[in-house]
């Protein structure tokens, strides 16, 4: 049996998952929280995909979008609006807005979606059974009209 939070539920605020996300930063640098953010992410996306039965379908496109946009977000965690999912070449690109990495950012921020990148690529492996090289290519945060992903088959 686990401990449920009967008054406030699941959900805390991106302000404070945001003080994390710094402080982490402060302590181990920016790669090293880099890493830590990265490899959290996609233990989470793992096991969100194992929970929801969905390792080993090898889902793809718009059925992958609309899965993932329904665990991570506006009526699953929030972490993150999936908006498509593309494949050519051996490589998935993955469209996301709502970011909670980008969230309250200044516009020209150096920030990177590491553990939201992590959690769909985490994801993206249990799904597939296949390994790949994550990498934000994309930020709405310096322009781009999503936070852009692309994982490449290794």
Known sequence: MTYQRDELGEFSSVVCFKAVITGV???LGKDGASVVFTRAGKVRGG??????GLAGTGLHGDELAAKLNAALGQEGTRLAA???VREENGKITVDTTDTVCSAGEEMGSDR?????M???WGALE??????YLGEQTQSVLRGGQFDRFEFEEL
């Not at 249990?126 to 390994?131: E, F, L, P």
Request: aromatic content about 4%; glycine content about 12%; some cysteine.
């Open 112 to 116: 990177s979606c590491t553990f939201t």
């Open 25 to 27: 930063e402060d302590t």
């Open 82 to 84: 999936v908006h498509g």
């Open 47 to 52: 096991n969100l995909a194992r929970d929801l």
């Open 126 to 131: 249990a799904i597939t059974g296949k390994t």
């Open 118 to 120: 992590g959690a769909i």
